[in-house]
């Protein structure tokens, strides 16, 4: 089993930066199994961002060149950077967990707001 914590929501205004976090604990593969998927208000959940199993970032199209997800082996701890924020980005955003590359993501964390204003 893992556990999956994440932070770094909150509020901001377009056009700027908010900087995810997610803790992994318990029995993780790699910590390039982790990804990020958002999911906002009547909207189907999307994978936003994840690593290829050579361990290179993979985007949505909505955010290729605006988000980058980093990892921190040594702090079991995935990043997700997003500048340049849009209001389409409003969404709650999940940490999710893969045994590996392609299989599904089957573990999630509780998910955490992100809010961009005008």
């Known amino acids: 089993q893992v556990q999956l914590v994440e932070s770094g929501g909150g509020l901001v205004q377009a056009g700027g930066s908010l900087r995810l976090s997610c803790a992994a604990s318990?029995?993780?593969?790699?910590?390039?199994?982790l990804g990020w998927f958002r999911q906002a208000p009547g909207k189907q959940r999307e994978l936003v961002a994840s690593f290829s199993i050579s361990g290179i970032g993979v985007y949505a199209d909505s955010v290729k060149g605006r988000f980058t997800i980093s990892r921190d082996n040594a702090k079991n701890t995935v990043y997700l950077q997003m500048n340049s924020l849009k209001l389409e980005d409003t969404a709650v955003y999940y940490c999710?967990?893969?045994?590996?590359?392609?299989?599904?993501?089957?573990?999630w964390g509780q998910g955490t707001q992100v809010t961009v204003s005008s």
């Open positions: 318990g029995s993780i593969f790699s910590i390039s199994s």
């Open positions: 999710a967990y893969r045994r590996t590359a392609p299989w599904p993501f089957g573990s």
